[in-house]
């Protein structure tokens, strides 16, 4: 069974290409050894990552991101069992909102502003599902893998 994470989280600076870079390298090394997959959007000092695999990896990453110094406020949005893998050939894509689609584009903004609000509990507001599916089904079709 596979387990999916969808979090988002502040940043206390603005980060280079360089620091994404880095970020993707080593989260793309890890995954590979972990059996996870993923992908990162980063926008206005704020990550949305999806990240999936078996559980205890699952959890084992996302306890490292909790505790990693680049995160703050980090808020689940939403986790789960899945049947299948949204990135199966995706150690760690990267995307910009930009090169998303309007409507993709419009959920990531939406889930950031959700968190912000603490208007749910870990996914369970029906709105948040709601962007979340509408997202990693469109995310699915309109995006590639940057940064190496």
């Not at 993709?104 to 599916?133: I, P, T, W, Y």
């Amino acid at each position: 069974m596979i387990y999916r994470l969808v979090y988002v989280s502040k940043t206390d600076h603005d980060m280079s290409t360089q620091e994404i870079s880095e970020i993707l390298n080593t989260a793309r090394r890890n995954n590979t050894r972990d059996q996870l997959s993923g992908l990162l959007i980063y926008f206005d000092r704020k990550f949305l990552q999806v990240i999936e695999g078996p559980m205890a990896q699952l959890e084992q990453r996302f306890a490292k991101i909790e505790n990693d110094l680049r995160h703050s406020r980090v808020r689940v949005m939403a986790k789960g069992k899945s049947p299948e893998r949204i990135f199966p050939s995706w150690k760690m894509g990267y995307t910009d909102p930009e090169e998303l689609s309007a409507e993709r584009r419009a959920s990531v903004f939406e889930l950031d502003k959700l968190a912000g609000e603490r208007r749910f509990e870990m996914g369970e507001n029906e709105r948040v599902q709601m962007l979340v599916k509408n997202f990693l089904i469109g995310v699915r079709v309109n995006t590639r893998e940057r940064c190496g």
